[in-house]
């Protein structure tokens, strides 16, 4: 069955980046001169993806609107001769129907986002990804996560080590090793102070999930933080199927968080030859 949807839960407030995202979506902070989200686009149609389904909330329609065509910047573009800027502006515009819009309407979570996107997804697998986890990669992550899901037929989250100190930022997996990257899941819990957590392997925001988990959260049981937890609604399947964990190939930015943002601006910064010619220097003179 192919993997033809994915979920991008962008509800958020974007607390963290305030006031920066008084009135800009945090997804729309760019990395160097292309927001968030566009990576995270980008990042599913070269894995695939045939439909983009946001699940959005207020003060988010910049969203839609760096999706679609501005008639009149295109315009003024083309008159000034501006073909680069204007190929810039143009070739993000997917094909109409591919991007989906539906609103969640209260923060309960981000088991609830995705709940919210139920009848768009159906009855048939589907990839959810949370554009603050940047990943740099040489094939795309979810293309790497699909190719495992064609052989499994499981649900599959990518996985990562992160430090010992740092569980509660993350869900952590308790589970066992089979090697070629994959791990079965034996149990997952959402953010564990360090003395609770099972393991330090980290839940990153790429998931394939097959739709029984629709049923699951529908019971909108409240987990950590009291909210609804998409890692709480696994937890509830793996008494039903199997679950795997994938190491992913790359490096992760968690663009979520301050010092991780600023990595991330440098680090894809650096492979602009145009930028690192003047940068490396001044890094290397701080
Ligand atoms: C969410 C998930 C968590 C996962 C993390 C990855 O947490 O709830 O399980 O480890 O994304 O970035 P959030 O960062 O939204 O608090």
Known sequence: ???????????????????????????????????????????????GIEQIIFVTGKRKTA??????????LEDTLNKK????????????????GTLIYTRQNQPLGLGH????????????????????DLIKSNTPVLAQMIAKF?????????????????????????????????????????????????SNLAIIGRYILTPEIFRLLDMKKKGAGGEIQITDAMAMMLKEQSIYGYRFEGHRFDCGDKAGFQMANIAYALERPDIKSRLKPFLEGL
């Open 113 to 132: 986002a995705i709940w919210c996107a139920r009848h768009v997804v159906g009855d048939e697998p589907f990839a959810v990804i949370l554009a603050d």
């Open 1 to 47: 069955m192919k993997i033809r949807k994915a979920v991008f839960p962008v509800a958020g407030l974007g607390t963290r980046f305030l006031p920066a995202t008084k009135a800009v979506p945090k997804e729309m902070l760019p990395v160097v001169d292309k927001p968030l989200i566009q990576y995270a686009v980008e990042e599913a149609l070269d894995s």
């Open 81 to 96: 001769g501006k073909k680069d800027c204007l190929l810039d502006v143009t070739r993000v515009v997917p094909d109409p």
């Open 63 to 72: 969203i839609e609107d760096h999706f679609d065509n501005d008639v009149e």
């Open 150 to 198: 064609e052989e499994n037929m499981s649900s599959i989250i990518a996985v990562m080590e992160v430090a010992p100190a740092d569980t509660d930022k993350y869900g952590i997996l308790d589970s066992e090793d089979m090697g070629n990257r994959l791990s079965r899941v034996l149990g997952l819990i959402e953010k564990p102070t360090p003395d609770k957590a099972p």
